[in-house]
Structure formats: structure tokens, C-alpha cells
């Protein structure tokens, strides 16, 4: 601003220390509910899975993808999501302290301007503020981006068939919460999966993919056909010692093709090549 410049007071600015992300890095940033067992119950989440409070999630997170145009994809379960940032990102300089503030703002705001729409107002008014915290990790190949998202999606099987298992015994079997952590304290997947279907005629394969595999929010720009992909990508990856730099009619033609691409929500398979293979933009 003009006519801020200049006051002997402005010394007082140099004192601010950036944080630049590694350059030529995937960037993740992931944000986290604060305290939402809490929240859950101050709201009344159906456990073990409510989808109001999932589709409100992912609502938010369409929203993000929306305003910040860099993102081409998140994945989210529970009380969390992760958005991806393009290796060659220059947004706000990959200032970490701006990528995180406005990441988890952005989505924060949306998640409580779109409450109403996802829990009835009469039923559930918003009745205590949400928060989120937020980190940002650089990831330095593909392979470990790959690798994050199926930590992820692992993380949210395993925590899903538990909780299925457990909310089974609580609400359907009449069991006690401490008892029903004891049953289950020690089994195997195969061992939940047999209480499932024996006790309470439960076929876990029939669950709700949402619950089972999250949700994958994502810019569709169709799908690439497997050979016609294939080849060139594997390359690429070694020769990029440099990063890119970019011409800003390319990068304001990227942005409006960004804005332009729908927005998609799927609940689908992201561990295998399959989903990635089909979509090689994703990780660019
Ligand atoms: P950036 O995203 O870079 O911060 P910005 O548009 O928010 O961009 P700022 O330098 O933060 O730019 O300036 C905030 C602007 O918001 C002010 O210039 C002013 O136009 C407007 N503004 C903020 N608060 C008020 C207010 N209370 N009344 C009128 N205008 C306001
Ligand atoms: P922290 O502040 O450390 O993150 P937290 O209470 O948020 O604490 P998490 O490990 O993030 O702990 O777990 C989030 C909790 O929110 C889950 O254990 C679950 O009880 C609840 N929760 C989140 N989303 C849902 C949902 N859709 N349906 C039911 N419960 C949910
Ligand atoms: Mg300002
Ligand atoms: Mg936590
Ligand atoms: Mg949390
Ligand atoms: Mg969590
Ligand atoms: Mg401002």
C-alpha cells in the first residue's frame, strides 16, 4: 500500500521470516478437525459413520479445489482431507505459512457456510465453532505421493472396519464399550469380518464405499486410455534436475482450463496404478 511505505515504522517488516517450500516438491497439505469427538457428539454424528457429516466434508473440500485452482486433487476420511500441490507450484511463492493459513481458512469457511445445507438447520444448528489444524509436507517423487494417498486410504479401511465392528457390538449387540474394545483388542481383519457376518449378518464388502475407501476429490478432465499414456511417464520423472519455469500466458491458460474443469467426488480405489494411470495430469 502506497501510503503505508516509508514510515520509520516499516523496519518492523523485516523482521518476518518466509518459509519457501522445497522447490521442484510435491507439496501435501493436510487438515485435521480439532477436538471432533467432541464436536461428533456435540452434533450427534451417527456412528460409526454419518454422512452428513461427510458429504459436508467433501462439499468443503470441492469448494477449496474451486478457489485455489493450483489443487488438482484431495483425498479425505473422517475428520481430515489432503490436497496435493503440482511439483512446479509457484503459488504465494510456496510460502508455507500462506499455503497453510489459506488452505485451512478457505476450507474452514465453506465448511460452516455450507452446515445448513448438509444437516437440517431445525434438527442440527451449528452449535460451536469447528476447527482444523493444518500441515504442509514436500514429497520429492511420484512414488512417494502414490505412497501418501494409499497410507491414507489404508489408514481409513483399517479405522473403518474397526469402528464398524465396534459401533456393531455397541449398538446392535448391546455390549459395553470397554467390553467391545476388549473383543476386538488383538483380531485380524478376517476375525472382524467373521463377527461382522456371523453376529449381525453384516457383509462388510456391502458397506457403503464412501465409509470403506473415503473420498477422492478430483478435477476431471476424462480419462487417458492406458497405452496411449504409457512409455513416456516413467521417464520424466529423472529429468526434471531443473524445474520448469513457466510463461505466465502458459500459467493464466493452465488456470482457466483449472477453473474450467468439473470438480468430481468418487469413493474409488487410489493404492493401485489404475486410478492414477487413467488421470497422468493428477501428478504432473
Ligand atoms: P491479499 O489477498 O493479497 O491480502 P487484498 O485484496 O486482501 O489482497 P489487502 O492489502 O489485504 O489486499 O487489503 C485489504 C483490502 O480490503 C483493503 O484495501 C480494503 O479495500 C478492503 N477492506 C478491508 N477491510 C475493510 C473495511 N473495514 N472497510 C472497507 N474496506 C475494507
Ligand atoms: P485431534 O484434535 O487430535 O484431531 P480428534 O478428536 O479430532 O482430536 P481424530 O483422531 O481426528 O481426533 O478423530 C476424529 C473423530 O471425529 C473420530 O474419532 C470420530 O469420532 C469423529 N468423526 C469424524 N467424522 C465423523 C463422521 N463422519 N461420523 C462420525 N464420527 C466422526
Ligand atoms: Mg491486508
Ligand atoms: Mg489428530
Ligand atoms: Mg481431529
Ligand atoms: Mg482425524
Ligand atoms: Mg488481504
Known amino acids: 500500500n502506497a501510503q503505508m511505505a516509508n514510515s520509520k515504522y516499516e523496519y518492523t517488516r523485516t523482521f518476518e521470516t518466509p518459509h519457501p517450500l522445497l522447490p521442484n516438491t510435491y507439496i501435501i497439505l493436510r487438515i485435521d478437525g480439532r477436538s471432533f469427538s467432541t464436536f461428533s457428539q456435540t452434533h450427534n454424528f451417527r456412528k460409526p459413520n454419518d454422512p452428513r457429516a461427510l458429504s459436508l466434508m467433501n462439499a468443503a473440500a470441492s469448494r477449496t479445489l474451486q478457489a485455489l485452482p493450483d489443487i488438482p486433487i484431495a483425498y479425505g476420511v473422517s475428520d481430515e482431507f489432503s490436497f496435493l500441490l503440482p511439483r512446479r507450484c509457484t503459488l504465494f511463492d510456496r510460502r508455507e505459512d500462506k499455503l497453510i ?23 442440527e444448528p451449528l452449535r ?6 493444518c500441515r504442509a509436507v514436500c514429497y520429492p517423487s511420484r512414488g512417494n505421493v502414490r505412497d501418501y494417498f494409499a497410507w491414507r486410504q489404508v489408514d481409513a479401511h483399517v479405522n473403518n472396519l474397526y469402528n464398524t465392528a465396534f459401533w456393531a457390538l455397541v449398538l446392535k449387540g448391546g455390549v459395553g464399550r470397554r467390553e467391545a474394545e476388549e473383543e476386538l483388542r488383538g483380531t485380524f481383519a478376517r476375525d472382524k ?7 449381525f449378518g453384516i457383509n462388510y464388502n456391502d458397506e457403503e464405499a464412501m465409509y470403506k475407501k473415503g473420498s477422492v476429490v478430483f478435477r476431471d478432465y476424462g480419462v487417458v486410455e492406458e497405452d496411449q499414456e504409457k512409455g513416456g511417464e516413467e521417464e520424466e520423472e529423472e529429468t526434471t534436475a531443473v524445474p520448469e519455469v513457466k510463461s505466465k500466458t502458459q500459467k493464466e491458460k493452465e488456470k482457466k482450463r483449472a477453473k474450467k474443469a468439473k470438480i468430481v467426488t468418487e469413493h474409488v480405489d487410489i493404492i493401485n496404478d489404475e486410478f492414477w494411470e487413467k488421470r497422468p495430469w493428477l501428478l504432473e
Not at 493459513?101 to 434438527?123: A, D, I, K, N, Q
Not at 460451536?128 to 489444524?133: L, R, V, Y
Not at 469380518?193 to 453376529?199: G, Q, T, Y
Open 101 to 123: 493459513s489459506t488452505l485451512v481458512s478457505t476450507f474452514t469457511g465453506w465448511y460452516v457456510f455450507l452446515w445448513p445445507r448438509h444437516f437440517s438447520p431445525e434438527e
Open 128 to 133: 460451536a465453532p469447528p476447527s482444523f489444524d
Open 193 to 199: 469380518n467373521e463377527l461382522l457376518f456371523s453376529r
